[in-house]
């Protein structure tokens, strides 16, 4: 059934009462039209005076048509966002199981110091005499990154993880080319999570797959026979994206040093590790750490984030300008090739306009800080405790491949289980919907069948793990009892049913053209 939002309500068979209501609102869920629709041309929100342009600055350049904008009122404007706000699933909301994303809680505190005005009201292109105390919580951070981590140097600026595996990369490079060597591949396991092949495209290399043995790790001697004067780099995920712990770093990395060749680790699960395990005692050359996973920045949904790559020895020299250095006259910025060669440094280029993202680093510091060295052991100890709650709570029912022994900071479920029930992995994520939980990471990593990747992380109390843990029980006893009408068609109760996700990730559309005009109605 649709009502005249074209919204589909539930129909027969549904869970719960079926009222069509005579706006197209559900209670509180209001229907929100794109703001397009909502406004009107030369309506406007605020009282500006007319504009007088005596003479034309812009050499001719000045728009003359209609810009397309929707004239709306600050109320609209408001209620049009808050409405849309409440469409959306948030960690401030409910547990978020997604896995190899680590969506835990942000701190307020972080937000408190982020908010201080000596560094949120600095513009990148202030005098750095005037910005020295930024500057100064800049290193700092970058002095705990390389502490946790033991690796001497830290590139500061990318803007994410798949920003930092691409300045990774590009470092892993130039310190070839600075060998006089021309290598074209770079070796990735099968669970790798998407952004590293495309990361070894991006920056000219080819990717090569290297098989995991059963116990869901990497086939060392499959990775040791692939390695050769051609390979440039091995990237490698630890903990990897089956929520286990490669055991075998030292010997890969003594094989990869042997061939030549460095060895980058996606540090995205670098939280269930953190204050455990130093990445540089593994032979590791360069890894990004995605604050928000880690340190509790905000996901930024590609947005303002923050992901600074360690640096081996080897691999320092090669870091992206800007570096920061401190002498006689306090801290500086070092912005060319040719005040870094003074340096005998030998920067491969910058990632950035300027040096990275201030907010989310005053935000990380106050994180690392406020839980201290025990404190951020005792994060990386409780994220695995949690996730090998769900695991432990969950085996009997569904279905672990690799749930022999412990995870690290998630569980991995296959879809075993669900076998002859008719009822799937998209089906068990959609009804999750219905129950208030975003549905776990689904169909990755692609090493199993019908993956669903849960990470509760280790702000979750056991209570909210109970009830988790009743939901997915309930939901597979639903789903085993051969209850089908529960489970398509589900979601029921979102504001949207089950899209075509496919076509919408294929063919979006992202313009709003306006209607037609309609043609004056006849009498
Ligand atoms: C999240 C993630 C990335 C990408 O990081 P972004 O910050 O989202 O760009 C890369 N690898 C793994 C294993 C991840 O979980």
Redesign the pocket.
């Known amino acids: 059934m649709m009502n005249k939002q074209g919204r589909a309500t539930t129909g027969s068979g549904g869970h719960h009462m079926d009222i069509e209501t005579i706006s197209g609102d559900r209670g509180l869920d209001h229907e929100e039209p794109l703001i397009f629709e909502l406004g009107r041309a030369g309506k406007c929100g605020v009282d500006l005076p007319d504009l007088e342009i005596k003479h034309d600055r812009l050499g001719g350049l000045r728009r003359r048509g209609q810009i397309g904008l929707p004239g709306l009122s600050e109320p609209e404007v408001v209620r049009h966002f808050v409405r849309l706000s409440r469409k959306n699933y948030a960690i401030d909301a409910g547990l978020y199981p997604l896995g190899?994303?680590t969506m835990k809680h942000n701190p307020r505190l972080n937000e408190k110091m982020a908010r201080l005005p000596g560094f949120a009201d600095i513009h990148p292109l202030q005098p750095v005499s005037t910005v020295q105390g930024a500057l100064a919580l800049i290193e700092e951070l970058a002095f705990w990154l390389k502490t946790l981590t033991n690796m001497p140097a830290v590139a500061m600026s990318p803007k994410?993880?798949?920003?930092g595996e691409q300045c990774g990369l590009k470092t892993i490079k130039a310190a070839h080319k600075a060998r006089g060597e021309k290598r074209s591949v770079i070796l990735v396991p099968e669970s790798a999570?998407g952004?590293?092949p495309a990361t070894a495209a991006l920056v000219g290399y080819t990717v090569e797959e290297v098989p995991a043995n059963e116990r869901g790790r990497v086939d060392v001697e499959a990775l040791k026979a692939k390695l050769g004067p051609h390979v440039a780099a091995v990237m490698l995920?630890n903990p990897n994206?089956c929520g286990l712990f490669e055991n075998d770093m030292r010997a890969i990395a003594d094989a990869v040093h042997k061939a030549g060749a460095y060895f980058y680790c996606?540090g995205?699960?670098f939280n269930a590790i953190v204050g455990k395990v130093r990445p540089g005692d593994l032979g590791i050359d360069a890894m990004h750490i995605?604050l928000?996973?880690t340190f509790s920045t905000p996901h930024g949904g590609g947005g303002p984030?923050a992901?600074p790559v360690v640096l081996s020895a080897a691999l320092a020299p090669f870091a992206p300008l800007p570096l920061i250095v401190h002498d006689a006259g306090g801290f500086r910025l070092v912005e060319d090739k040719a005040d870094a060669k003074a340096r005998d440094a030998k920067p491969f280029g910058r990632m950035c306009a300027f040096h990275g993202q201030m907010g989310m680093f005053v935000r990380a510091l106050a994180y690392m800080i406020s839980h201290g060295a025990d404190g951020l052991a005792q994060v990386a100890e409780d994220a695995v405790l949690n996730a090998n709650y769900i695991l432990a709570s969950l085996k009997d029912v569904m279905s672990a491949p690799f749930g022999k022994g412990p995870c690290m900071h998630e569980a991995l479920f296959d879809d075993t289980f669900l076998k002859d029930t008719g009822v799937t992995t998209l089906d068990i994520a959609k009804a999750l919907i219905d129950e208030g939980y975003h549905p776990m990471t689904m169909y990755f990593p692609l090493v199993v069948h019908g993956a669903m990747l849960i990470e509760p992380t280790e702000t979750e109390s056991k209570r909210s793990l109970d009830e988790f843990v009743a939901v997915m029980r309930g939901l597979v006893e639903k789903a085993k009892g051969n209850d089908k009408s529960r489970f398509q068609g589900a979601p029921f109760l979102a504001p949207r049913r089950r899209l075509d996700e496919t076509a919408a990730a294929r063919k979006p559309i992202l313009r709003w053209t306006p209607p037609a005009p309609k043609a004056q109605a006849a009498e």
């Open positions: 190899s994303c994410a993880g798949a920003h999570h952004t590293n995920t994206t996606d995205a699960n995605n928000h996973k984030g992901g």
